[in-house]
Each structure stands twice: as structure tokens, then as C-alpha cells.
């Protein structure tokens, strides 16, 4: 039995490194102000399609930090990553997260505001 501090033992599958999202394309140019509305769409519905406020609270504070304070987010938050990219992560109760690749990062044809 560890403490509230101990890390996950490596037999139940070691804590996974998250990383950046592979480089991706939006089906149409978009500003940034386009994708930075889709973002809070899909973060203030997110909630709705189940799973635990926490833990999509978590997700987009990670999902919008570097990949250090996001891996430190995640692994304080219980989060269990599925795909290092955090495209498909759990919670401790297995409730899945599905995180659009627009939510990670920007598409490579993103039409930066003049």
C-alpha cells in the first residue's frame, strides 16, 4: 500500500509520456480565431457526453499547457492516457475521453489573423 504521493507501479502498465499530436490538416483554412472557437465549443459541451467534470477540466488545462505541466496535470488528475497524443484517455473509473486533434494543436493550414 503506498502513500497518496506514490507513482503507479509499472506492472498495471507504466505511466504513458504524452506527446504533441502528429502534424494535421483542417478540411478547409482556418483563422485562428476559427479554431479558438471550435476549442471552447467542444470544452463547453465536452462535459455533456459523460464522464467527470474534473477530469475535462484536467484535460484541457493539460491540453493547453507544455507537454511537461500536461504530463504533470494528467498523472495528478488520475487520467489513464490510451494514446500518448491524449486523443483517448480514462479515467479512474473508466469513463473514456476523446480529444479532437483541434483541441492539441493547430491544423498545418491555419490562416494566421492579420
Known sequence: ???AGSSRSKEDGAVKKIRKPKPWKHPQ????SQLTQLRDEFWDTAPHYGGRKEIWDALRAAAEADLTLAQAIVDSAGVIVQSADLTICYDERGAKYELP???LTEPTNLIRDS
Open 1 to 3: 500500500m503506498g502513500c
Open 101 to 103: 486533434k483541434y483541441v
Open 29 to 32: 483554412p482556418i483563422t485562428k
